[in-house]
C-alpha cells in the first residue's frame, strides 16, 4: 500500500468505528418522489385554515369542498366538473378558486385585466366598451381582485398549492414516463413480427 492508500485506510476506520464494512439498510419504496396522501391532505387542510383566518372567505364550502375543490383545478377540471361532482353551482366553485388564488390562464382571456384593474367606471360602462355582459365584467374584476391579493401575499398560498398539488401530478407523471421509458429500453431491438 502506498501512503496515501493507507491514510484513506485510517480515515475510513476512523469514521466506521472499526466496521470492516460499511451498508445501508435498504426499504423497498416506489422512489423519493411518492408522498404520503395524508401528508398532502395535511398540508391542503393548513393551506385552507391560513386562507381562512388571513381572508374573509365569501363561500359556504366547507374546507374538505375547498380542498376538493383545488385538487380538481390541479386536476384540470373545469367548474362545471367540479360544481357537479361537488353538487353545487359553477359560481360557487368560481368565488372558491378565486377565495385561494386559483386563477387559471383562461379566465379573463377575453379582456385585458390590467386594463380593467383600477377603471372607475360602473360594470355596465366597461361591459359596453369592452362588448361583453356586465356579470362578465363583475367575474373579471373578482378574476383582478383575486390576483392583486395573491400578489399582495407574494404568491405565497399559490406556491403552496403548486408545492402540494403540482408535485404530486409531477410524480405521478414522471413514474409513468420512468415505467414507460424503461419498458420502450427493455422492448428496443427485438424482433416483434414473429411467427411461430
Do not use: C, W
Request: charged content about 45%; overall charge negative; proline content about 1%.
Amino acid at each position: 500500500m502506498n501512503e496515501k492508500t493507507e491514510e484513506l485506510r485510517d480515515i475510513f476506520t476512523n469514521v466506521t468505528d472499526g466496521e470492516a464494512t460499511v451498508t445501508e439498510s435498504q426499504e423497498d419504496t416506489r422512489g423519493s418522489l411518492e408522498r404520503d396522501e395524508r401528508t398532502t391532505r395535511e398540508r391542503l387542510e393548513n393551506v385552507v385554515t391560513q386562507m381562512r383566518d388571513r381572508y374573509e372567505f365569501e363561500t359556504p364550502l366547507s374546507d374538505d369542498e375547498l380542498i376538493t375543490v383545488a385538487k380538481s383545478f390541479y386536476e384540470g377540471e373545469s367548474d362545471a366538473e367540479i360544481a357537479d361532482d361537488l353538487g353545487i353551482e359553477p359560481e360557487d366553485v368560481f368565488e372558491a378558486r378565486m377565495s385561494l388564488h386559483l386563477v387559471s390562464d383562461d379566465d379573463a382571456d377575453e379582456v385585458d385585466l390590467v386594463a380593467i384593474r383600477d377603471r372607475e367606471e360602473d360594470d355596465a360602462a366597461l361591459a359596453t366598451e369592452y362588448d361583453v355582459s356586465e356579470a362578465q365584467i363583475r367575474r373579471y374584476r373578482r378574476i383582478a381582485a383575486a390576483e392583486d391579493e395573491s400578489r399582495a401575499a407574494n404568491d405565497r398560498y399559490r406556491d403552496e398549492f403548486d408545492s402540494v398539488l403540482a408535485d404530486s401530478e409531477l410524480s405521478q407523471r414522471m413514474a409513468t414516463d420512468v415505467r414507460e421509458d424503461g419498458l420502450e429500453d427493455a422492448t428496443e431491438g427485438m424482433e416483434t413480427d414473429v411467427d411461430f
